[in-house]
């Protein structure tokens, strides 16, 4: 069986994706089969795990076991054997054609005259799918028992079970996967029909990255294959259409991503969801170029929050900087320079260089992990954790806001986001309009930058009142712990308007508050006013 290591992202609940469809059409729709002498046979242990063998007769299958030294055995075990680790149920799945199962004497023989090899077992090596391959593509030849197993690497190798099904529709004619009822029919749990919608609505909801469309892309590639092999099968037309509609899901979320993912690469754990994308109608194309190519967004938003240092802080102090140079301990790793020496004495035996090469190449040699610290000039730890701080953003969503205005506004936010969620730093935001009109969200770890979005919706339109969010600012500032030291960020078209006796308090509160107030015209002329520390024009 394949080793227990598949990304988190392929680790999506058992209940969605084409596996327990299948499962579901192969139980209720598709015959059963009773696998022959070299009939291939798999069964799923995870979402993206499977295990294979090859069918000798009598019940019995030859696979690979691995014990608890990571050495792969050639055993014989039973149905209920090599199925004993799968979470997935316990169906297995034999090489067939439209006749029945298929399979070749010889495949069968020379995988029973393996019975007993060993070998290191890995990732790259010697694992269950590569020794079915090799039964699979060598039955033509001697079936000549060894010593150990075959080590041989080549570049079409592949983790998954697809090079054993091409191997088998090559060599044995497979052309369909159908299930052994080796439970037989009264013991075998009949297969609950999925709930179609929420399939759908699962992989719409999924957030939406390298990682997550590469799982979902998979998903579509096997449901295309599946819809092939059962394309002859007197599947009821009902079934197929609810599949076909599936597989349209993925395809329409795999198209989406790849419309928007120049946008999704300037958010950083943005966790956009097709559904999210949809519901949201944004020009996602217009606000990734403004992103990327508006260089004072840039600096305004690595600005933004920063507790400069007083000058008396600015001398130099040594501190401690990290360094490789003492032994910290051991790992597992390739570098053979920081090898233990024990892991050398495997070289000098014919036997066990193979294994120090498996090793290698799995990086899983013993070495040692070293660290340390130096001094250095600069500031101390203390001053760079003091140096960067919240942010209070005010952004106007009157009338005339509208427009580029408002698409350059939310570029920057989403920029300025990004930023200070990858600095863990907060970000409270105030959506204003005329008089006594505001909407706040605090971005946290519970938001990210598709909550902002929406939020970014509730304009209010209208006329502009600058004093409602800038009293607002002010006192989360003076009265919340979290934005100690936090800047004020106001967004607007440009048109500033405060009465003398608020601007005279405004500027007092911020000399109190040791917090700066940027100003950021969307409008692309410079308006000046009497309360803002510095004024950028996008």
């Known amino acids: 069986m394949l080793p ?82 799968s979470i997935l149920g316990r169906k297995i799945y034999v090489s067939s054609d439209s006749n029945g199962a298929v399979g070749k004497d010889q495949v069968g023989s020379l995988a029973f005259s393996r019975i007993g090899e060993r070998s290191f077992y890995g990732l790259v090596i010697s694992n269950c799918h590569q020794f079915s391959t090799e039964c699979v593509n060598s039955a033509a030849k001697s079936a000549t028992k060894t010593s150990e197993l075959s080590l041989e690497v080549n570049e079409t190798w592949e983790l ?18 159908l299930l052994w009822d080796w439970q037989n029919s009264e013991e075998a749990e009949q297969e609950p029909e999925p709930d179609w919608e929420a399939q759908n609505d699962h992989f719409k909801k999924q957030p939406l990255n390298e990682e997550s469309i590469a799982a979902i892309r998979e998903q579509l590639a096997n449901t295309q294959a599946y819809e092939q092999e059962i394309a002859d099968e007197g599947i009821p037309e009902e079934i197929r259409n609810k599949l076909a509609g599936f597989r349209r899901t ?27 994308l949809q519901v949201m109608n944004e020009d996602f194309s217009a ?41 910290h301990g051991t790992h597992r790793s390739d570098d053979l320079m920081r090898m233990l ?5 495997n070289l000098e035996d014919e036997t066990l260089e193979t294994l120090f090469y498996a090793r290698l190449l799995e990086k899983n040699l013993l070495t040692y992990e070293l660290s340390g610290t130096q001094l250095a000039e600069g500031e101390t730890m203390e001053e760079e954790q003091k140096r960067t701080g919240p942010v209070v953003a005010c952004l106007d969503t009157s009338g005339s806001m509208s427009g580029e205005p408002l698409l350059k506004a939310k570029a920057l936010l989403l920029t300025l986001a990004n930023i200070l969620k990858q600095e863990d730093r907060s970000l409270h935001l105030l959506l204003f309009g005329s008089s006594g009109q505001i909407n706040e969200l605090v971005m946290d770890a519970e938001n990210h930058a598709s909550d902002l979005l929406k939020f970014l919706r509730q304009g209010f339109g209208g006329g502009t009142d600058f004093e409602t969010p800038l009293k607002r600012a002010v006192d989360i500032i003076d009265q919340s712990t979290d934005f100690i030291k936090a800047d004020i960020l106001m967004v607007s078209d440009g048109d500033y308007s405060l009465s003398t006796g608020f601007a005279a ?17 969307c409008a692309g002329s410079r308006v000046d006013d009497d309360f803002s520390d510095e004024v950028v024009v996008l």
């Open 4 to 85: 227990i290591f598949i990304k988190p992202v392929s680790l999506l609940l058992t209940k969605f994706g084409i596996k327990p469809l299948k499962y579901f059409i192969d139980n209720v729709f598709r015959p059963k089969v009773t696998p022959v002498s070299g009939s291939v046979l798999y069964c799923d242990l995870f979402l993206a795990v499977e295990h294979s063998g090859i069918y000798i007769a009598n019940g019995e299958i030859s696979n690979i076991e691995v014990n608890r030294f990571a050495e792969g055995v050639v055993n014989l075990a039973s149905a209920s054997g090599f199925t004993s680790k």
């Open 160 to 177: 998954t079970i697809k090079a054993l099904k091409r191997a088998a529709k090559q060599k044995l004619g497979a052309t369909k996967w």
């Open 250 to 276: 993925l395809q329409a979320v795999s198209d989406k991503y790849e419309e928007v993912k120049e946008f999704l690469g300037g958010c950083v754990g943005a966790n956009f969801s097709y559904e999210d």
């Open 287 to 327: 606000l990734a170029k403004t992103m990327q190519n508006n260089q004072a967004i840039k600096d305004l938003s690595h600005k933004m929050g920063r507790n400069y240092i007083s000058e008396e802080k600015k001398k130099k102090t040594r501190i401690p900087e990290a360094s490789r140079s003492e032994v």
């Open 341 to 345: 020496p024990s892991e050398l004495v």
């Open 505 to 521: 308090w405004l500027k007092k509160e911020t000399k109190r508050l040791d917090c700066s107030i940027y100003s950021v015209l």
